[in-house]
């Protein structure tokens, strides 16, 4: 069963929002448009709470994109972003969602941020997606939404190692970086996953 991932197509992560990826608002009618291609949609949501630890406002003297050592585990620093019920957090209003069969959110815990679908950043939560999606026999997972070297790519790697077949669709994404992009498809490509174009499916 072929099922599309939505990743954070959330009004902060498009120009307009805290963290605008460049272009975000592209993958909106390329993303609708592929959902009735699919037998099941699922999305995730970043859904932080004010305090998370990924954010500038709890790092005094950094710049966003520092690095920083938090609870053990490498920390980019991030502006103010998707925190729960707030406008940021919601998905943007143009991106259909009666397909969408079930939310998972991720980066609730302030102490570990969570770029990827599955699990948190040191792997120690899961969000419950993969026991949601063997569940219901799914196989091939396709990986659409924002931002592509972030919590795309780490996602559709996460589902590699889950055991699933993992596509990105490459026109269905934007990235912060281009440099960023390229590094994260090269390590997907070397991890077995597949990057496609909408047009393929
Ligand atoms: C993301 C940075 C911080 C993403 C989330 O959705 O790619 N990036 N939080
Ligand atoms: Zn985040």
């Not at 197509?9 to 307009?16: A, K, L, W």
């Not at 994109?65 to 502006?79: A, C, H, R, S």
């Amino acid at each position: 069963m072929k099922t599309l991932v939505i990743i954070d197509v959330q009004n902060d992560f498009i120009p307009g929002g805290n963290l605008p990826v460049p272009n975000g608002y592209e993958v909106i009618p390329v993303i609708n448009k592929l959902q009735d291609q699919f037998d099941l949609v699922v999305a995730t949501q970043d859904w932080h709470p004010e305090n998370h630890g990924s954010f500038i406002s709890q790092h005094e003297g950094k710049n966003i994109y520092d690095i920083v050592d938090l609870n053990g585990t490498p920390q980019v620093v991030w502006p103010v972003h998707c925190v729960q019920n707030t406008k940021g957090a919601a998905f943007h209003s143009d991106l259909k969602t009666e397909k969408i069969e079930a939310i998972f959110r991720k980066g609730t815990n302030t102490e570990i941020d969570s770029y990827s679908g599955f699990y948190d950043n040191a792997h120690l939560k899961s969000t419950g997606l993969s026991g949601y999606l063997k569940d219901k026999k799914v196989t091939e997972l396709y990986f659409v939404g924002l931002a592509a070297e972030y919590c795309v790519y780490f996602s559709a790697k996460d589902a590699i190692n889950e055991g699933f077949k993992s596509f990105l669709i490459e026109d269905a994404t934007r990235a912060l970086t281009a440099d960023g992009f390229e590094n994260a498809k090269a390590d997907f490509k070397k991890s077995g996953g597949q990057i496609l174009k909408s047009t393929d499916i």
